[in-house]
C-alpha cells in the first residue's frame, strides 16, 4: 500500500491479529537527519519525556516503544499489548535537522514503512524535497487509538523551528539544543500549562536523581520510574513520612532467603527520598510481636535484610505466626505517640497472608481513620489475604484509609505498574484527609 499525506487506515486491515509491528525510516541524505517518536496524552501533549524515544533514550518506560539504527535506517519496534491506550492513545514520528545551514528541502527522500513480525513492507510513504521548503522538522506518521481500534496516518507536516518548535508543540521544553545532537544529550522536560522552563518539579526531581546517583546508582533506573508514576499522581511536591511493614511469618522464609524482600526495600527507597528530605524510612517486622528495626536510608540500605541486627535468620519477633494487629498498633503507638508531626504518613504494608484476626484488623483501621495514616497494603506470593482484600468495602472509617492489591512475586510485575498501584489511592486519602482536617 503506497500511502499519500493525510491517508488514514486501521492498522488491523494489514496486520490482522498481530500487536507487533515496526515502522522503519529509510533516509537518504548526505548530512545527518534525526528521527525520533513522542508518545502523546489524552491532551496530545508528551505524556513525559520518559516517553520520546530516540537515539539517547532507546526504549520507553514499558517497552512500548523501542528504538534502533543502522546507518540510515531508523526502526521504532511497536507492541500495542505493552500500550495503555488511556495513557498515551498517540504517537508521532518524527524527524528533525541540526545543521543551522541545512533544511529537509536539502533530503535526497525519505522513506516510511510499516512491517509486519516478519518485516514484510505493508504500507509505504514517501517523502522527497518537493514536500518541504525551510522545515527542519516534519512529523512523518502517527500511530494513534480512536473507536476502539489503532490506526496509522501519513502525515508529512514540517516546522521551521526544528526539534525546539517540534518539542514545545508538543508541551515540551527543550533545556539544551546542541549544533549535533549526536555530540550532546538533547535534555527535555515536561512541562504542564503556565510552568516556567525551570519549575520546582524539575528541580525536585533532579534533587532526587542526583542524590540516588551519588549514593545508590543502582536504584537509578528504579527512581526514574517512581518519578514517573509520583508525577503523574502530582505527588511530587509532597511531604511525608514513609514506613515499611514486613511480614516475618514462617512462611515468608523463602521470600527473605531469595532476596524477594531486599528487593522490596530497594523499590520503597525511591519513594522515601522524594517525601521525605531525609531519604529515610521507618521499618518494622512482625510474627508473634512487632519488632522496631533501624530506619533504612541509603547509607545502610545495601544487603539491609542480612545485616540489620544481625541479619533477618536473627530477628526476635517472637513465634513465626501472623499477628497483623500487634505491628498496626505499634505503628499507630509511634507516629501518633512516640514521634509525632505535623506530615502525613504513608505506610506500605507486606503480607504473604494466613490473616486471621479480621475484627481486631477491622476495628484498629476504623480507629485510625481519623489520623494521619495511610496504609497500602501489598500481598506478595501468598494467600487468604483475608480483610486485606476487602478493605475498599470497609465502613465505619471517617475516610478511606487503606488499600490493597497483590502479586506473585516482586518480580513478577513491572516496577512502573508497581509505583502505579503503590500511589493510586494516596492522592485520593491525601485529599480527603485536608477536607476532614486530618492533615493540613
Not at 170 to 185: D, L
Not at 198 to 209: F, I, M, N, P, W
Not at 373 to 388: A, E, H, P
Request: proline fraction near 3%; charged fraction near 20%; charge should be negative.
Amino acid at each position: 500500500m503506497q500511502l499519500v499525506s493525510g491517508q488514514k487506515f486501521a492498522l488491523m486491515q494489514v496486520l490482522h491479529a498481530a500487536q507487533q509491528f515496526s515502522v522503519r525510516v529509510q533516509i537518504q541524505a548526505a548530512f545527518d537527519i534525526d528521527i525520533a517518536s513522542f508518545g502523546l496524552g489524552q491532551n496530545d501533549q508528551l505524556y513525559h519525556d520518559d516517553y520520546m524515544t530516540f537515539f539517547n533514550q532507546p526504549k520507553s518506560p514499558e517497552n512500548e516503544v523501542q528504538y534502533s539504527q543502522h546507518g540510515q535506517q531508523h526502526i521504532f519496534q511497536f507492541d500495542l499489548s505493552e500500550i495503555d491506550a488511556q495513557k498515551t492513545p498517540r504517537f508521532v514520528i518524527c524527524a528533525t535537522v541540526d545543521d543551522a545551514q541545512l533544511s529537509l528541502k536539502n533530503i535526497e527522500q525519505i522513506q516510511v514503512e510499516l512491517l509486519n513480525p516478519q518485516s514484510q513492507v505493508l504500507a509505504s510513504y514517501l517523502l522527497t524535497a518537493t514536500h518541504f521548503q525551510q522545515e527542519k522538522a516534519s512529523m512523518l506518521c502517527e500511530i494513534y487509538f480512536k473507536n476502539d481500534a489503532w490506526r496509522m496516518t501519513a502525515v508529512g507536516q514540517g516546522f521551521n523551528g526544528g526539534l525546539k518548535a517540534l518539542v514545545e508543540h508538543f508541551g515540551g521544553e527543550v533545556a539544551e539544543e546542541t549544533t549535533s545532537a549526536h555530540q550532546e544529550t538533547v535534555n527535555v522536560s515536561h512541562q504542564s500549562n503556565n510552568t516556567q522552563p525551570t519549575s520546582t518539579l524539575d528541580l525536585k526531581k533532579k534533587l532526587v536523581l542526583d542524590k540516588i546517583e551519588k549514593s545508590a546508582p543502582q536504584l537509578l533506573d528504579l527512581t526514574k520510574k517512581s518519578l514517573l508514576s509520583l508525577e503523574k499522581n502530582n505527588l511530587l511536591g509532597v511531604k511525608a513520612r514513609v514506613a515499611l511493614v514486613l511480614d516475618y511469618s514462617g512462611s515468608m522464609n523463602q521470600q527473605y532467603k531469595k532476596g524477594d524482600v531486599q528487593k522490596v526495600l530497594d523499590r520503597i527507597m525511591p519513594l522515601a527520598v522524594n517525601f521525605d528530605d531525609d531519604g529515610s524510612f521507618e521499618c518494622w517486622a512482625f510474627a508473634q510481636n512487632a519488632l522496631r528495626l533501624s530506619d533504612v536510608h541509603l547509607g545502610n540500605l545495601k544487603n539491609y535484610i542480612n545485616k540489620e541486627q544481625g541479619g533477618h535468620k536473627k530477628w526476635d519477633a517472637g513465634a513465626r505466626f501472623n499477628n497483623e494487629p500487634v505491628a498496626l498498633n505499634a505503628v499507630i503507638d509511634y507516629f501518633t505517640q512516640q514521634s509525632p508531626s505535623d506530615l502525613p504518613v504513608y505506610v506500605v504494608f507486606i503480607s504473604d497472608g494466613g490473616v486471621s484476626e479480621t475484627k481486631k484488623i477491622k476495628q484498629i483501621l476504623k480507629d485510625a481513620s481519623n489520623q494521619a495514616i495511610f496504609w497500602q497494603f501489598v500481598g506478595i506470593g501468598g494467600r487468604n489475604y483475608g480483610v486485606l482484600e476487602q478493605l475498599d468495602e470497609m465502613s465505619g472509617r471517617v475516610i478511606d484509609n487503606c488499600n490493597f492489591f497483590e502479586m506473585d512475586n516482586i518480580d513478577s510485575m513491572p516496577e512502573s505498574q508497581l509505583y502505579d498501584l503503590l500511589l493510586n489511592e494516596f492522592p485520593m486519602w491525601l485529599k480527603a484527609a485536608q477536607q476532614k482536617n486530618i492533615i493540613k
